[in-house]
């Protein structure tokens, strides 16, 4: 079964500091993507990865960045946490299948911003 | 820009009937469409896939239509149970690959 893991299922952070969040997949997915998803909303992308060290920019990336490094490791970074960042986090997978992606996700960060 | 509109009240079935949710979009006819199941508190879990040149998609008591003239898809849930309580999305590929555009949500309940 495809694995990914989040580093934290509940985070609590001031206003202002840098926050990491990590997504681990265990499948050798090519494809890796951050969501944030908010009461009422679908899920919204903020930055997707289709390859180690590539990066594209999803609909609302604005406040964040990302990391690959690796091929399995994907992170969120919050360079500076504001309180409208306080959301469900959801980081999923894919292989590239030529067209017919099913994602495969986390179990989600609930982060809230004091 | 494509659009997807699920509804955003609560459905709520009788034990043992069948299940109705209804995903429609707004513009382009997406070459496939997902439906994905979302538990409180945990990430969604991938269902069924349909293409655009099937018109039905079955998998045990799930059964997904897809109908690109009225730019509609139907999820149903026959013989429902109330382990089938769950929010489930719709979701449809983006013009260009690996992404796709996620639908709110429909809240469903199944009463025993």
Redesign the interface.
């Known amino acids: 079964d495809v694995k990914v893991t989040q580093s934290s299922r509940y985070l609590v952070k001031r206003t202002g500091e840098k926050v990491f969040l990590e997504c681990v997949q265990d499948m050798d997915h090519e494809n890796m993507f951050w969501y944030r998803q908010d009461p009422g909303l679908g899920l919204r992308l903020i930055y997707f990865s289709y390859d180690v060290k590539m990066k594209e920019k999803g609909d609302i990336p604005e406040g964040y960045s990302v990391s690959r490094e690796k091929k399995e490791r994907f992170s969120l970074i919050l360079e500076s946490a504001s309180t409208n960042q306080t959301s469900m986090y959801l980081c999923a997978s894919s292989w590239d299948s030529g067209g017919t992606e099913t994602q495969y996700f986390g179990p989600g960060t609930r982060l809230l911003v004091l | 820009s494509q659009k997807?509109e699920q509804n955003?009240e609560a459905l709520n079935i009788q034990e043992g009937k069948t299940a109705t949710l209804t995903c429609n979009y707004t513009n382009y006819s997406p070459?496939?469409l997902?439906w994905y199941r979302q538990d409180p508190?945990?990430?969604?879990?991938?269902l069924l896939?349909i293409?655009e040149n099937e018109k039905e998609k079955r998998k045990e008591r799930l059964k997904v239509t897809f109908d690109t003239t009225l730019k509609q898809s139907l999820f149903h849930i026959t013989a429902s149970q109330p382990a089938d309580s769950a929010t489930y999305?719709c979701?449809l590929?983006k013009d260009s690959?690996?992404?796709?555009?996620?639908?709110?949500?429909t809240k469903l309940i199944i009463k025993p």
Do not use: H
């Not at chain 2, 508190?41 to 991938?46: I, L, N, T, Y």
């Open positions: 997807i955003s070459a496939y997902q508190g945990r990430g969604p879990v991938f896939l293409r999305l979701a590929a690959n690996y992404q796709l555009i996620w639908g709110a949500g």
